[in-house]
């Protein structure tokens, strides 16, 4: 395992407090698109892989894998994670087996041994009819996760960001804050013009850039995620500051939410080997007395009444127990070698990945595609959207239908039905404070096409 690489991975736990934790995605990680390839990465290309967000894009993708499923089995499909929307367990396991009795019924019958065929088939009926309505009640997504299931994410290094600033300042022999590499905007004939304008528009140059590891004495802010002082400038934001976003919005991201409820995909708890764990910065980074305070206002939580979204802290518990590959677990005699490989694995695929596409591609090669790129994601949510109409036999998956046939990317984004989360998402990054966008690359279709 490469130095300075990290494994991630979600699991998840019965709420009931049953021993039962199963992996369902796991990642390791590596580093981050530089801000002069983000137009060119067409939805193909990962802007971040770092480990913590890869598993996140791992988790999202087993869940759509398993509305697949789910949607394939049709309305009487079981998940141990998911459920149709609205069904309660019981509910929904009673009307389960009402329709496995009116199958065997059904099956009986043709074998001529009942005589009350007219009757079962009426009731068979009538209990599907009620399966495909609770599926859809009060809302869009077809699917939510179950009452039941606890999400926890174990990671073996402290978050690259706020929540490790005092690791960072630990580690150094000389605490003296480092210097702020200066990065001068591209010639206007490249094609991340639009990026730096808009970011230059955000944030004019008096304003402070977004710091990496730089004046680490600099505590409770967003920094982008750190680098070499000599690497290419990145705009994607540190694991600490997209860890505290998903608090408000969700482990889901946003095409996931069309098909998702978020109402139980919150992450629940975080837990971190006891030598990452500084109890003040984990408070400071994710908690609700610390920099996400004001989120707790309730005239601030008012303000997303209605949109299915809360700022749900998740608890942070340190552990003793290491990654067998860490830095820290390197056996007498064992060497760590430098490696720019990182890989995910969920109980549907695994990958390896090299600069945020297969592992043998050229990176800007659509073959080279990852199954958790935004492009994928969008393919497959929209199969599985058809897929829902067929297994419901509901044509309320049309919204949906809308909104995953527009043209480009940022189209979908800008769907009304995103508002909701898009209007959290803002009000946790004017809380954040200096939260600059990583935009350029939104202008491609579904189907591969770079639209200008
Ligand atoms: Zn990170």
């Known amino acids: 395992m490469a130095r300075g690489s990290g494994c991630r991975?979600?699991?998840?736990?019965?709420?009931?407090?049953?021993?039962?934790?199963?992996?369902?995605?796991?990642?390791?990680?590596?580093?981050?698109?530089p801000v002069d390839k983000v137009a060119k990465a067409s939805g193909n290309v990962l802007h971040d892989w770092?480990?913590?967000?890869?598993?996140?894009?791992?988790?999202?993708?087993?869940?759509?894998?398993?509305?697949?499923?789910?949607?394939?089995?049709?309305?009487?499909?079981?998940?141990d994670f998911l459920k149709w929307r609205g069904a309660h367990e019981t509910e929904h396991l009673a009307l389960q087996s009402a329709v496995k009795k009116q199958q065997t019924t059904s099956t009986v019958t043709e074998r001529g041994r009942s005589p009350t065929s007219g009757t079962d088939e009426h009731e068979g009926r009538r209990t599907t009819d009620a399966l495909s309505n609770l599926a859809?009640?009060?809302?869009?997504?077809?699917?939510?996760?179950?009452?039941?299931?606890?999400?926890?994410?174990?990671?073996?290094?402290?978050?690259?960001?706020?929540?490790?600033?005092?690791?960072?300042?630990a580690a150094q022999e000389d605490a003296t804050p480092w210097p702020i590499p200066v990065t001068e905007p591209p010639h206007e004939s490249s094609d991340n013009h639009l990026t730096f304008h808009d970011t230059f528009l955000v944030h004019p140059p008096s304003a402070p850039k977004m710091l990496g590891r730089g004046h680490f004495d600099r505590l409770g802010i967003v920094r982008r995620k750190p680098a070499r002082p000599d690497?290419?400038?990145?705009?994607?934001?540190?694991?600490?500051?997209?860890?505290?976003?998903?608090?408000?919005?969700?482990?889901?991201?946003?095409?996931?939410?069309?098909?998702?409820?978020?109402g139980n995909a919150y992450l629940s708890?975080?837990?971190?080997?006891?030598?990452?764990?500084?109890?003040?910065?984990?408070?400071?980074?994710?908690?609700?007395?610390?920099?996400?305070?004001?989120?707790?206002?309730?005239?601030?939580?008012?303000?997303?009444?209605?949109?299915?979204?809360?700022?749900?802290?998740f608890t942070v518990l340190p552990t003793s127990r290491e990654f067998r590959y860490s830095r820290r677990s390197t056996a007498a005699g064992e060497e760590l070698v430098p490696s720019n490989l990182s890989s995910l694995c969920t109980p549907w695929r695994q990958e390896m990945l090299i600069n945020g596409v297969l592992q043998g591609r050229k990176q800007f090669d659509p073959k080279?595609?990852?199954?958790?790129?935004?492009?994928?994601?969008?393919?497959?949510?929209?199969?599985?959207?058809?897929?829902?109409?067929?297994?419901?036999?509901?044509r309320r998956t049309e919204p949906l239908d809308r909104i995953l046939e527009k043209r480009t990317y940022r189209q979908v984004k800008d769907a009304n039905d995103l508002e909701g989360r898009k209007r959290v998402k803002v009000a946790v990054q004017d809380v954040l404070g200096g939260w600059v966008r990583n935009d350029g690359d939104e202008n491609w279709s579904r189907d591969g096409s770079n639209l200008k």
């Open 9 to 33: 991975w979600l699991g998840l736990k019965d709420g009931q407090g049953k021993p039962l934790s199963t992996c369902v995605a796991l990642a390791t990680g590596m580093k981050c698109l």
């Open 50 to 79: 770092h480990a913590e967000v890869l598993a996140i894009r791992a988790f999202n993708r087993f869940l759509v894998d398993e509305c697949a499923d789910l949607a394939a089995k049709g309305m009487s499909g079981i998940s």
């Open 136 to 169: 859809y009640m009060d809302g869009q997504q077809p699917f939510e996760v179950r009452d039941d299931v606890k999400i926890y994410m174990y990671i073996s290094e402290a978050p690259c960001g706020d929540a490790s600033m005092e690791l960072t300042m």
């Open 231 to 262: 690497a290419p400038p990145t705009l994607s934001k540190s694991c600490s500051d997209k860890l505290a976003l998903k608090q408000c919005t969700s482990l889901l991201s946003s095409l996931v939410s069309l098909l998702v409820h978020p």
């Open 269 to 313: 708890t975080l837990v971190l080997p006891e030598s990452q764990y500084v109890q003040s910065a984990c408070e400071r980074a994710f908690g609700a007395q610390g920099r996400l305070a004001p989120l707790t206002d309730p005239e601030v939580s008012s303000r997303w009444t209605g949109t299915g979204y809360a700022f749900v802290p």
């Open 368 to 394: 080279g595609a990852s199954t958790v790129c935004r492009r994928s994601m969008w393919r497959l949510v929209a199969q599985v959207v058809v897929a829902t109409a067929v297994a419901t036999g509901s």
